[in-house]
């Protein structure tokens, strides 16, 4: 499953922007779907996840309350709407894919549960 993640850009604090995760040529039904972001010289870290069945929803702490995860099934994407971003949200940000028909999200902060991966897309927030 080739994803490809979009919508990053350069905001500034308190901005808004709205990341897309598309896999051309699939359908995303029976994957769960991930946000992971990645700062300069940090590890990647679990944002927010979908799931395929239920579309129950994971946030970590500090995406509580700031960011969205919706998926659209009609057009095969799931978006990932921030709100209230801080340059401390500077990072390239990921989709992952699992194939995963349970409920809930498995693992959202692990970046081994997730098979599929895009290339990431940047997001820079100035202060």
């Known amino acids: 499953v080739q994803l490809q993640a979009s919508g990053g850009g350069s905001v500034q604090t308190g901005g808004s922007l709205r990341l897309s995760c598309v896999a051309p040529?699939?359908?995303?039904?029976?994957?769960?779907i991930a946000w992971f972001r990645q700062a300069p010289g940090k590890e990647r870290e679990g944002v927010s996840c979908i799931s395929s069945t239920d579309h129950n929803t994971y946030y970590a702490e500090f995406a509580e309350g700031r960011f969205t995860i919706s998926r659209n099934s009609a057009k095969n994407t799931v978006y990932l709407q921030m709100n209230g971003l801080t340059p401390e949200d500077t990072a390239i940000y990921y989709c992952?894919?699992?194939?995963?028909?349970?409920?809930?999200?498995?693992?959202?902060?692990?970046?081994?549960?997730?098979?599929?991966w895009g290339r990431g897309t940047l997001v820079t927030v100035s202060s």
């Open positions: 040529g699939r359908t995303f039904d029976t994957y769960a």
């Open positions: 992952a894919a699992k194939e995963w028909l349970g409920s809930g999200c498995p693992s959202p902060e692990s970046t081994h549960m997730y098979k599929y």
